[in-house]
């Protein structure tokens, strides 16, 4: 069964500090991965996504991920966080199933950021 | 380029009422998916259209329904509510398989 797994549901970093999110997944094929971000009453906004080729992509606000067939991971990193980081992230895998395309997101990691 | 949009922001229902949420597509996008997000749980996918069809269900009842019109906006319909229905409606759009762009949702609240 296709699935997305975010191991930690809360995280606490100092700003400054660098931050690793965790992301596992079960999916048959090929996934299409995506980072998302939701701030307190807001909806989801595209960190970053990895459909093919480099396994290191690069996205908005300083963000990166690193896709890893053989561990079934995307870890989202940044080197520096900033207290405006603070808010849910979401990992999803885009899953073709019966000829629609759906996400299946994990349960979220909350990122709180000590000044 | 106007974003996704969703209408209401807030809404308090009764068990037992029906409730519609409207959703203005991002331009350009042809597709639109709703999700469910209950309270500290990710988003589920409840259904999506394309072409003003349905293109597929998640595991939510009939009760739940939805329409797409030719503008791309589209509603979702939801009957009989329960109090398990209380939670945050995401709206997204995209053009056939591009990454999802989301609104800032309607949070419902069944009493």
């Known amino acids: 069964a296709q699935s997305v797994t975010q191991p930690d549901i809360h995280i606490t970093v100092s700003e400054g500090a660098s931050l690793e999110l965790r992301c596992n997944y079960s999916?048959?094929?090929?996934?299409?991965l995506f980072w998302y971000v939701q701030s307190p009453g807001q909806g989801l906004q595209l960190l970053l996504k990895y459909f093919s080729g480099d396994t290191l992509v690069q996205g908005i606000k300083g963000f990166e991920a690193e896709f890893k067939r053989s561990q079934s991971s995307f870890n989202l990193r940044k080197p520096s966080v900033h207290w405006s980081d603070a808010a849910e992230y979401f990992c999803?895998?885009?899953?073709?199933?019966?000829?629609?395309?759906?996400?299946?997101f994990g349960t979220g990691t909350r990122l709180k950021v000590l000044a | 380029e106007t974003g996704v949009t969703q209408s209401p922001t807030h809404l308090i229902k009764t068990r037992g009422q029906q409730v519609t949420l409207r959703c203005s597509s991002q331009?350009?996008?042809?597709?639109v998916s709703w999700y469910q997000q209950a309270l500290g749980q990710g988003p589920q996918f409840i259904f999506q259209y394309y072409r003003e069809e349905e293109n597929g269900r998640g595991n939510f009842p009939p009760r739940f329904s939805g329409l797409q019109f030719p503008n791309y906006s589209s509603e979702l319909n939801v009957n009989a509510l329960e109090l398990d229905d209380s939670a945050l409606y995401l709206c997204a759009s995209s053009w056939d398989n591009s990454p999802l762009h989301f609104g800032n949702g309607t949070r419902l609240t069944v009493t």
């Open positions: 999803a895998v885009g899953a073709a199933t019966s000829g629609t395309y759906k996400y299946i």
């Open positions: 999916y048959g094929a090929t996934p299409y």
């Open positions: 331009s350009g996008h042809n597709t």
